[in-house]
């Protein structure tokens, strides 16, 4: 849930506070926004990975108010709101409550739904539409301990009832019929928590056998995406979507660990948390963000104000409140302006787009939450320097003592390079690891060191499959050599390996 810093009180709440004031004033010319968003100009856009999709550098988050929806707000409108404004990049979900919905109503007020009398195929064809399911399993696993089996609003388990449910709410009769030539750009196994959600959505996803008693998420949607029939769940070799993707909030390493299991490339896009705290926590731009950026992904950031956490809210699942309550629609006080939390992720290396949920629009521009945030999207990827960003990181840190993201694992730091192994045979000796994680700088190298003296320097490379590094030495003269293998970040920080001895 996402919305705008009211800008009449942003400069004036900022400096009224004194531990802030400094900082402030440091970023006064980045905190107005006074301009209008000049609509005769395009609104930038960046290509989205490998899908070659130009897409709005902010895009219309499907919760706030189109999830729970306050008294007297028309989540239609501000759907036709951001279309209208320019924005390309919608996100709803099967767990986001009336979310789809709402995008049905609107889309066919908007001309974008097969079979209807205004339907405008190369209007639908230039936004980009991704839905997402929370299911694990397109056949069996039932019950499986911790692991998610039902979806919002239905009783189903299985993953192919979720993306038929999408389709029929947002171009069909909601009733489980959607005509032909609908489609989603891309669609999303949602928020990955565990190593066992991991272990599911990829059961049955090398060697698919449609007769397997169990067939995890994954293997269905490559059958949706491309037509086919491997899990004997597609007989009509359907393509529903033409994009694949998966999100998460937690840990890095689990989103490592679902991209580098890919051995097809299949997943074509990450949406993942993207704030200026996230280095207060295990951080998503140091360790997921360069590993899909290796693989060409389009990355999505999300929670670019922690859930409202940055303001009112408090840094828990649904602010502390119930129902529509936790819906902020006016962001006030003490605080860091919006327009800089926005321009902050959109700044991080690797970024594309910014989701951004909306509690309220307003038909003055100067009052619209949509107009705001949009205005602030407007920057380039180099758009803030180093230092400017180290700024809105400080005062992203004083916010409830920089504990807004309640979703995200704790701060781990620099490790060392990961189960490092070492093989002997007559000819060489071979070292092998699995990536280190980075903690509040990126990575730099790795080193080897044998016998107390470093041999070797490898520039560091995300590892972007489960096949580990590996340093090869044919000296091997010595049989009682000690090798040490260290990683260093941009910081000159080191962590090592236990010493490996033959």
């Not at 306050?70 to 009336?98: H, L, Q, R, W």
């Not at 890919?262 to 993207?274: K, W, Y």
């Not at 926590?281 to 670019?304: C, E, S």
């Amino acid at each position: 849930m996402e919305n705008n810093f009211n800008k009449r009180h942003s400069r004036r709440e900022l400096l009224k506070a004194s531990a802030l004031g400094t900082i402030g004033l440091m970023l006064a010319p980045y905190i107005a926004t006074a301009e209008k968003l000049n609509l005769s100009v395009p609104l930038q856009k960046r290509t989205f990975g490998r899908t070659g999709f130009k897409v709005t550098t902010m895009g219309l988050g499907g919760q706030a108010s189109l999830q729970w929806t306050p008294e007297g707000i028309d989540p239609v409108a501000i759907i036709v709101k951001a279309y209208e404004m320019g924005i390309n990049y919608f996100d709803t979900s099967n767990v986001y409550g009336t979310s789809q919905e709402y995008y049905g109503k609107a889309f066919r007020e908007l001309g974008l739904v097969p079979d209807t009398s205004n339907y405008d195929k190369k209007k639908r064809d230039a936004i980009f539409l991704t839905s997402k399911t929370h299911l694990r399993f397109a056949k069996g696993g039932d019950g499986r301990t911790g692991i998610r089996s039902v979806t919002n609003g239905s009783q189903t388990s299985m993953a192919l009832d979720d993306i038929k449910r999408s389709l029929s709410l947002v171009f069909g009769d909601g009733k489980g019929n959607y005509p032909k030539g609908a489609y989603f750009d891309m669609f999303m196994i949602h928020n990955i928590g565990s190593i066992g959600d991991i272990d599911a959505v990829y059961e049955g996803y090398e060697n698919t056998d449609p007769n397997a008693e169990t067939i995890g998420t994954f293997a269905l949607l490559r059958d949706y995406k491309n037509g086919t029939n491997s899990t004997g769940l597609n007989p009509q070799n359907e393509k529903l979507f033409r994009h694949i993707g998966f999100s998460g909030h937690n840990d890095p390493v689990l989103m490592m660990e679902m991209i580098q299991r890919d051995s097809e490339n299949l997943f074509d896009a990450v949406l993942l948390v993207c704030n200026a705290n996230d280095k207060q926590y295990a951080n998503m731009q140091y360790n997921v963000i360069p590993l899909a950026q290796a693989k060409n992904m389009g990355v999505i950031a999300m929670k670019v104000f922690s859930d409202g956490a940055m303001y009112t809210n408090q840094a828990v699942w649904g602010g502390g409140k119930s129902g529509t309550d936790h819906v902020v629609q006016e962001v006030s006080g003490e605080g860091v302006p919006a327009n800089l939390l926005i321009r902050y992720s959109l700044t991080v290396p690797g970024i594309h787009t910014a989701i951004i949920g909306i509690g309220k629009i307003n038909d003055d521009a100067d009052k619209c939450q949509i107009i705001y945030n949009l205005q602030a999207a407007q920057v380039k990827p180099n758009g803030l320097s180093d230092t400017e960003r180290g700024k809105i990181e400080l005062l992203a840190s004083k916010v409830k003592d920089g504990k807004t993201n309640f979703f995200q694992k704790g701060f781990v730091g620099l490790t060392a390079p990961r189960d490092a192994k070492i093989a002997v045979d007559d000819k060489k000796i071979a070292i092998t690891w699995h990536t280190s994680l980075a903690g509040d700088a990126p990575i730099d190298r790795y080193e080897i060191w044998r016998d107390g003296v470093k041999i070797a320097e490898i520039p560091f490379k995300a590892q972007i499959t489960k096949t580990p590094y590996q340093f090869i030495d044919k000296d091997t003269k010595n049989s009682t050599k000690e090798y040490i293998v260290k990683t260093v970040d941009k910081k000159q920080k080191v962590a090592q390996t236990e010493t490996l001895r033959i």
